[in-house]
C-alpha cells in the first residue's frame, strides 16, 4: 500500500496519526492510551465539557474540543491523520451517531483506516442470531430510550447503515457486554452473533480498544463487522480446547 495506490499520506501500511472522535469516554481513554503506546500522534475529539477528563494525557495530545457531529470540528480533527477510532454512542435525540459517523466518513482523508465501534445489536447482513432475553432487552431498551429522550438506538443502526454502504476502508466493531479490568489480550471475532465462541458475552473494556486500535493496521478486518469477545470468556476457552 503506498501513495502511487491512491491511499494518501498511508505508506507501507504504517500508520502514523490517529484521531480518536469521542476520547473522553471510557472506551476512548484506553484507545488513547493504546495508540500512544504504539508512538502514534493523537488527535483526540470530545465535547468542551469534557476536555479535563483528558488531563492525563495532557501534553501528549492534541484536542479538538466540540460536538463529535459538528462537521467543522470533525474536518479539523481528521486532517492529516491516517486512521480514525469513532466511538458511536445513541445520546440524545438529535441524531448524534448518524452525524458522527456521516462527518467521517465525509472528511477522513482518502485512503484513511476508519474504526467504529458499535454493539452486537447492530447487523450487517440480518444473519446474526440472537437470543429471545437479547432481543426483548433491546425492544425495551430502545424504546424506553425513545420515551425519555436520551438514546436513540436506531440512530445508531442509521449510523452502521451508512459506514456499511460506504466504499471508505471501513471496520465496524461489535462489542460484546463490557466489564472492567486488567488486560485478558486481544479479544477473538466471529462474523455472527450465534457463533458458540461468542457465547461468554463478555469483554473487557480495555480490550475492546485494543481490538480497535489493532484493526488500524490489519487488513484482514477492512469492510468487515467482527463480533468480539474476550479470549478468557466461556465460549472462547471452550473453543480453544
Ligand atoms: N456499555 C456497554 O455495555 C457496551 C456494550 C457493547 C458495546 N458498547 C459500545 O462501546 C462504545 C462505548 O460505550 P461505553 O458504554 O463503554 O461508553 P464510554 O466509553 O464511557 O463512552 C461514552 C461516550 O459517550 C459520550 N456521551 C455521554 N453522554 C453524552 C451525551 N449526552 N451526548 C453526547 N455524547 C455523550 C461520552 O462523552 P463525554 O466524555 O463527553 O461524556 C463518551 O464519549 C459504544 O460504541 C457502545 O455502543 C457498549
Not at 96 to 113: F, I, K, M, N, W
Request: hydrophobic residues 40%.
Amino acid at each position: 500500500m503506498d501513495a502511487d495506490a491512491g491511499y494518501g499520506r498511508i505508506t507501507d501500511g504504517r500508520i502514523k496519526r490517529v484521531c480518536v472522535v469521542g476520547a473522553s469516554g471510557k472506551l476512548g481513554r484506553y484507545m488513547v492510551r493504546h495508540a500512544l503506546d504504539r508512538g502514534y500522534e493523537v488527535v483526540g475529539v470530545c465535547r468542551e465539557g469534557s476536555v479535563p477528563k483528558l488531563t492525563e494525557f495532557a501534553d501528549r495530545i492534541t484536542v479538538v474540543p466540540g460536538r463529535t457531529n459538528d462537521r467543522e470540528v470533525i474536518r479539523r480533527a481528521v486532517e492529516g491523520c491516517d486512521g480514525v477510532l469513532v466511538v458511536l454512542v445513541p445520546w440524545g435525540v438529535r441524531q448524534y451517531s448518524s452525524g458522527t459517523a456521516q462527518a467521517v466518513l465525509d472528511h477522513a482523508e482518502p485512503g484513511a483506516r476508519l474504526v467504529f465501534s458499535c454493539g452486537w445489536h447492530i447487523t450487517r447482513d440480518g444473519k446474526d442470531k440472537y437470543s429471545r432475553t437479547f432481543t426483548t432487552l433491546l425492544r425495551i431498551a430502545t424504546w424506553a430510550g425513545k420515551l425519555v429522550r436520551a438514546v436513540e438506538i436506531d440512530d445508531q443502526v442509521e449510523a452502521c447503515r451508512r459506514v456499511f454502504a460506504s466504499d471508505t476502508r471501513w471496520t465496524v466493531v461489535r462489542g460484546s457486554d463490557l466489564e472492567e479490568g486488567e488486560s485478558q489480550g486481544l479479544p477473538v471475532w466471529r462474523r455472527h452473533v450465534g457463533d458458540p465462541v461468542l457465547a461468554g458475552n463478555l469483554t473487557r473494556r480495555v480490550d475492546f480498544a485494543l481490538f480497535m486500535v489493532e484493526a488500524l493496521t490489519d487488513d484482514t478486518l477492512v469492510q468487515e463487522a467482527p463480533a468480539i469477545v474476550g479470549r478468557l470468556s466461556s465460549g472462547a476457552l471452550a473453543a480453544s480446547g
